[in-house]
């Protein structure tokens, strides 16, 4: 018989992480991180730190008022969430959906803590990140995970 691949859980900012694969660990959802594709409209910095696992490090838009992140799964991935990390202060931060040829706001934080997750509709492939209606303040993510479909970690 096959040995089972080791379950390694550790915590990032009181979110606990399992490294298990979704579909070995009863519904878990996988982080898909890695495999996305990320677009930023402007950079001050490298787009990489905001996910290279280090929390000094982090991704700056070059402007606050067109500060936007767009992210893709693979073909055939869904997307249940992303979790957002930001560098310094925390930062509201909204999630755009597709709606025909436009973006549409379906989520967003308050500004309120440094560790955000934007849970994300069934079926979802593609989205933005990007300020709120009437937020023009520059972005500055020191860590970013996009999940797949499946419960989303335990938070403690």
Same mark, same amino acid.
Request: contains cysteine.
């Given at each position: $018989?096959?040995? !089972? ?12 992480? $399992?490294?298990?694969?979704? &579909? ?6 996988? &982080? ?47 997307? $249940? ?5 930001? +560098? ?7 999630? +755009? ?8 706001? +379906?989520?967003?934080? &308050?500004?309120? +803590?440094?560790?955000?997750?934007? !849970?994300? !509709? ?30 989303? !970690?335990?938070?403690?």
């Amino acid at each position: $018989s096959a040995t !089972p691949e080791p379950l390694s859980v550790f915590s990032r900012g009181g979110l606990i992480i $399992s490294s298990a694969r979704a &579909e070995e660990n009863s519904g878990v959802a996988e &982080e898909i991180t890695k495999k996305c594709t990320f677009t930023p409209n402007s950079s001050r910095t490298k787009f990489k730190y905001a996910h290279d696992e280090k929390y000094t490090t982090c991704w700056r838009s070059s402007s606050g008022s067109g500060a936007m992140i767009t992210v893709a799964a693979p073909a055939g991935t869904a997307v $249940s969430g992303v979790w957002i990390q930001w +560098y310094e202060h925390p930062h509201s931060a909204a999630v +755009y959906l597709r709606d025909g040829e436009d973006w549409t706001e +379906y989520a967003h934080t &308050e500004g309120t +803590y440094l560790s955000d997750y934007l !849970p994300l !509709p069934e079926g979802v492939n593609s989205f933005r990140i990007a300020n709120p209606e009437g937020v023009s303040t520059r972005m500055a993510i020191a860590e970013l995970h996009v999940y797949g479909p499946g419960e989303i !970690p335990n938070s403690k």
